[in-house]
């Protein structure tokens, strides 16, 4: 499997089923955002957590994505997806915004996207994401969960890798917290910096939790 990171909550997933690749791509974002999405992206599902213009932009994926933007089970050459409704805190102050997180099952592994959560995980969503090995997380505070949110949800779901997302990078026009703030809460961080991220089951971390920081 070969996980890419465009920017906020965007990946582009690959991961190999007995017919071929299949091509995930994660809230794909508008270059109002302050980034310029990636032109050639291709894909075989598309995954959009909410609809917001840091992951709405459905038009700049190319091919015939199967969209999964609402909560259910959803399968594509045998590769399995969760989509788990997880309201947002701020739609307690009379916003109204669906919200998904996901879970995705593919070469053996289990993969956790929490889109752009800002809370912890209720007892109900955390059934749902149970033996997580990869969980991609918000960390930059703001409209998403700060470090230390993040880091008692990480707790909560105990993944064996961490890739962390929205956070501050140059060009975006939102102000985010940086992956090195993030690091800081844990105090020891085990940490890998990389452009991609290739990873089979037998390379999960077997006991330390590994932050693996993707670079755009």
Known sequence: MN?????????EIITKTASGDVRIVTDPYQNSTGLRFPRTLE?????????????????????????????????????????????LKREGKAISLPHLVFRIEAEGMRLAHLGALDRQLSDEE???????????????????????????????????????????IAGIKETLGTVDAFCKTFGTCRRQDMNKY???????????????SLTR
């Open 3 to 11: 996980i890419s990171w465009n920017g906020f909550s965007s990946f």
């Open 43 to 87: 894909a075989e599902m598309l995954l959009v957590s909410h609809d917001e213009e840091d992951a709405n932009n459905l038009e700049a994926v190319t091919g015939v994505p199967y969209v999964i933007n609402l909560p259910g089970e959803f399968e594509v050459r045998s590769v399995f997806v969760f989509g788990v409704s997880a309201p």
């Open 126 to 168: 955390l059934q749902k994401l149970e033996n997580i090995d990869i969980l991609m997380i918000p960390v930059g505070g703001g409209r998403v969960m700060d470090p230390h949110v993040a880091a008692e949800v990480i707790s909560q779901i105990e993944p064996r890798v961490v890739i962390p997302m929205t956070h501050a």
């Open 198 to 212: 290739k990873v089979t089951r037998k390379d999960l971390p077997e006991d330390d939790m590994m932050i693996v």
